[in-house]
C-alpha cells in the first residue's frame, strides 16, 4: 500500500492539477459558450440537446463501467486491459449500426426530421469513445491526473475553434454537433499518446478440430472449428466477464443518472417544443460547466485516493473528510456566486433573446452546489465495492425525479424545476445514511463539515447582491458582486480560521497539501474535526 507522505503529495497533486486544469478548461469552454450564444438561437441549442440522451446512453452502454473496475483492482494485467479494449470497441461498433437505423424513430418521436442526419453524426462520438476507453482507465487508475488535464484540454480548445468557426459560418446546430464530435475524437487521440498500454490482437485458434473418427464428413469438421473459434472468443474476454458483476451495477448507475440528467430535455422537447428545450439546456450546461470545474477535479482523484486507504477506516473516515470540506470549501462562494450573477452574464453574452436561460441558470445554480457532494458521496461506495448501493441510490433518485417531472410538467418548466432541485437536495440525506452504514461518518460529523460554509456563503453572498442591487449598469453590477463577494467570503474564511484554508494556501506557497491533514490543530474552526 502507498504510503501516508506519498498518498497525501499525490492526491494534494491530483486537486490541485485537476482543479487548475478544470478551471482553466471550462473557462476555454465558457469563452466558446459566449460566442456560441451570439450566433446561436435556443431553438438550435434545444435541436441538438433533444438527442444528447441518445448518445449519452450509447457512451455508458459502451464503457460498462470498466473504467471504475480496472481502477479498482490493485494491479491490472494486460490481458484485462486486453480484454476490455476490443470488448468495448465490439459494443461501440454493435450500438452504432442499431442507432444509425433508429435515427428516423428518434426523429418522428420528437416531430423534427432535420434530426435523422444531425444523429447519425452527433453518435459517432461514443463510436470514437470506444477506442479510448481503456487508454483513459490506465490514466485515472495510475493518478495521471496532469496528462488527463492536458488530454482535456487540448479537445477542449482544438473543438471549441472548429465550434465557433461553423457558427460564425452560418452552420448553426451543425456547429454544436461537430464541436461535440471533434471533443471526443481529440481526447481520445491524447489518452493514446499519454498512456504507455498498447491492445494486442487476440490469438484465437483457427486449426480445424480433427474428429477420432477419421470417416466423419467435412461439415462436422467445420462446425467444430466454428465452435472453437466461439469458445477461444469468450475464452480471450474472460477477464472482462469477470469484471462485469462489479462494473454492470456501474453501468446501470451511469444509464440511471444520463436519464436523470436529460430528463428534461426529452420532456421539453417533447410537449413544450425545441425553444423551451434550448433555454433549459443551455441554462443547465452553464451551470454544469461550473459545478464540472469542481466535481471532475474531486471524483479524478476522490475514487482512486479513498481506494487506497480503505483498508484503515479511522484513516479513511479522516480524508473524506477533508475530501468534503474542501469541496464546500470551493463550491458553495463558486456556485451562489454564479447565481447573483447569472442574468447579467448572459444578458451581456447573449443578448436579450437569453434572458430567461439568465433566470434559469440562478435558479439551477442551487442544483450545482450539491452535484460535486453527491458525487464525493458516491465515490465513497464505489471504493467500498458497494457499487450495488451506488446504483440503489441512483435508480431510485431517477424514479422519483421521472415520477415528479411526469407529474408536474402540465403546470411548466418552473414548478419542474423547483422539485427537481429540492429532491437532489433532499437525496443527500439518503447517501449520508449509507456513508454512515459503510465507514461509520456521523450525521453530526457530516453537517459539522458543510453546514459552516453554506451559513457563510449565504450571508455573504445576500448582502453582496443586496449592496449592488441598484447599480444600474450591467456589467459594472457584475464586476462588482464577483469582487465583493471573493473578497467577503475569503476574509471570513482566513479570520475565522478555517483549517482547509490555510491549508491550501500554504500548499500553493508552497506547504502541506490541503488534504491528508494538517500538523496543527484547530479545535474551534468550523472545519478542524479529524
Not at 475553434?161 to 461537430?178: D, H, L, N, P, S
Not at 491492445?199 to 486449426?207: G, K, L, M
Not at 475514487?303 to 479511522?314: C, K, N
Not at 440525506?429 to 465507514?439: E, F, H, N, S, T
Request: overall charge positive; proline content about 3%.
Amino acid at each position: 500500500m502507498m504510503n501516508e507522505d506519498s498518498l497525501k503529495e499525490r492526491t494534494a497533486k491530483g486537486l490541485i492539477w485537476g482543479g487548475l486544469s478544470n478551471g482553466l478548461m471550462q473557462l476555454i469552454g465558457a469563452l466558446f459558450g459566449m460566442v456560441l450564444l451570439r450566433y446561436l438561437t435556443p431553438d438550435d441549442q434545444g435541436k441538438v440537446a433533444m438527442l444528447y440522451i441518445f448518445s449519452a446512453l450509447a457512451s455508458a452502454l459502451q464503457e460498462s463501467g470498466f473504467i471504475a473496475a480496472l481502477c479498482n483492482r490493485k494491479e491490472p494485467t494486460h490481458e484485462e486491459y486486453n480484454a476490455v479494449f476490443w470488448f468495448n470497441l465490439l459494443v461501440s461498433a454493435t450500438l452504432y449500426i442499431i442507432l444509425w437505423f433508429c435515427a428516423p424513430l428518434i426523429a418522428d418521436f420528437y416531430h423534427d426530421q432535420d434530426l435523422i442526419s444531425l444523429a447519425r453524426v452527433l453518435f459517432l462520438g461514443f463510436l470514437f469513445s470506444g477506442l479510448g476507453t481503456v487508454q483513459r482507465a490506465y490514466l485515472f487508475g495510475h493518478l495521471m491526473v496532469r496528462q488527463n488535464s492536458i488530454c482535456s484540454l487540448t479537445a477542449m480548445l482544438l473543438s471549441g475553434i472548429v465550434g465557433v468557426t461553423m457558427a460564425i459560418k452560418g452552420f448553426a446546430y451543425w456547429a454544436i454537433v461537430t464541436q461535440a464530435v471533434c471533443f471526443v475524437f481529440v481526447t481520445q487521440v491524447m489518452a493514446w499518446f499519454f498512456s504507455p498500454w498498447r491492445p494486442t490482437v487476440p490469438r484465437i485458434q483457427n486449426s480445424k478440430v480433427k474428429s477420432q473418427n477419421d470417416s466423419l464428413p467435412r461439415a462436422t469438421g467445420e462446425r467444430c472449428s466454428l465452435f472453437t473459434l466461439h469458445s477461444s472468443f469468450f475464452t480471450f474476454l474472460e477477464p472482462a466477464w469477470k469484471m462485469f458483476g462489479f462494473s454492470s451495477k456501474l453501468m446501470l448507475t451511469n444509464i440511471v443518472n444520463i436519464c436523470n440528467l436529460h430528463a428534461f430535455s426529452v420532456l421539453l422537447g417533447r410537449f413544450f417544443g425545441e425553444h423551451t428545450a434550448g433555454i433549459y439546456s443551455t441554462a443547465r450546461r452553464w451551470d454544469d460547466m461550473a459545478s464540472n470545474t469542481i466535481n471532475s477535479m474531486v471524483s479524478g482523484v476522490a475514487q482512486p485516493t479513498l481506494a487506497q486507504v480503505r483498508e484503515d477506516i479511522g484513516r479513511y473516515r479522516q480524508v473524506f473528510r477533508k475530501m468534503m470540506r474542501f469541496v464546500c470549501f470551493v463550491t458553495f462562494p463558486a456556485m451562489f456566486g454564479l447565481a447573483i450573477i447569472a442574468k447579467d452574464f448572459i444578458v451581456l453574452v447573449g443578448k436579450e433573446k437569453w434572458a430567461e436561460c439568465g433566470i434559469m441558470l440562478a435558479i439551477l445554480c442551487i442544483h450545482g452546489a450539491v452535484v460535486p457532494i453527491t458525487t464525493l458521496y458516491s465515490n465513497l461506495t464505489i471504493s467500498r465495492g458497494k457499487s450495488g448501493v451506488n446504483m440503489f441510490c441512483t435508480i431510485a433518485q431517477c424514479l422519483a425525479v421521472w415520477a415528479g417531472l411526469l407529474l408536474l410538467y402540465p403546470k411548466g418548466l418552473m414548478p419542474m424545476v423547483i422539485y427537481f432541485i429540492s429532491l437532489n437536495i433532499a437525496w443527500l440525506g439518503i447517501w449520508q445514511w449509507w456513508a454512515k452504514r459503510l465507514v461509520g461518518l456521523r450525521w453530526r460529523e457530516a453537517l459539522k463539515d458543510i453546514l459552516p460554509f453554506l451559513f457563510f456563503t449565504l450571508i455573504v453572498h445576500g448582502f453582496t447582491w443586496w449592496a449592488t442591487n441598484d447599480i444600474s449598469t450591467l456589467w459594472i453590477r457584475m464586476v462588482c458582486r464577483i469582487i465583493m463577494a471573493g473578497v467577503l467570503y475569503a476574509g471570513i474564511m482566513w479570520v475565522s480560521g478555517a483549517k482547509i484554508m490555510r491549508e491550501t494556501v500554504e500548499y500553493l506557497a508552497p506547504s502541506n497539501s490541503p488534504i491528508g491533514g494538517g500538523k496543527k490543530s484547530h479545535k474551534n474552526n468550523p472545519d478542524s474535526q479529524e
